[in-house]
């Protein structure tokens, strides 16, 4: 009646698949995420064979952005060492790898609550003071970074001073960011005196 499987030709057996696949069951390709935010998925049930069967077509979820989670087992220690008039931020890695942001923030208490220092140029975990940072560095657990320290000073403030004032006395704190904005991390507070 429907005659010999082996006279059908290819492109007769593949026209229904591509016709399947172009029109996508009705959905565009945007659609699959908000069906598994705003609809039951399809039903399935397990057949004796052990096969599933669905009554409708299946859509498969697009994960949506996730915000960044800090990672347990990641643990960082930031230290300042003062040294005469200059402050060196020194960054060890106890547990995990740490993907850290090369910018060294630089925050001063005021009535009880510390706050970014601005004015501060290019503060970088840098290993030292010929070359630049890249956007994100990498230590893994066991590893320490000494970058080059801070002068206390406000303007050009790591290395060399060309354009810089002092910094007004007071308890400052260094800040690291992870690459991904998870975590952050604090240096104990330390005292810049007056120059």
Not at 45 to 63: C, K, N, W
Not at 96 to 122: D, M, P, Y
Not at 125 to 133: E, G, I, K, N, T
């Amino acid at each position: 009646m429907f005659g010999s499987p082996m006279k059908r030709s290819l492109p007769g057996l593949l026209a229904p698949c591509v016709l399947l696949l172009a029109c996508g069951a009705g959905r565009t390709p945007a659609e699959p995420a908000q069906l598994a935010a705003s609809e039951p998925p399809p039903a399935v049930a397990t057949g004796a064979s052990g096969t599933t069967e669905s009554d409708g077509p299946v859509a498969h979820a697009v994960p949506a952005a996730v915000p960044a989670v800090a990672d347990p087992t990641l643990e960082i220690r930031l230290r300042a060492e003062p040294l005469e008039r200059t402050i060196t931020p020194v960054v060890e890695v106890l547990g995990g790898t740490a993907r850290l942001a090369k910018t060294i923030g630089v925050e001063r208490e005021v009535n009880g609550h510390f706050q970014r220092v601005t004015g501060i140029a290019s503060l970088e975990l840098r290993s030292d003071c010929q070359s630049r940072a890249p956007d994100c560095i990498e230590l893994v657990a066991g590893a320490e970074l000494r970058p080059p320290h801070w002068t206390g000073m406000l303007g050009d403030a790591q290395c060399i001073c060309t354009r810089c004032a002092p910094a007004p006395a007071g308890t400052y704190r260094f800040v690291l960011h992870t690459c991904d904005g998870a975590q952050q991390v604090e240096s104990d507070p330390f005292t810049v005196g007056a120059r």
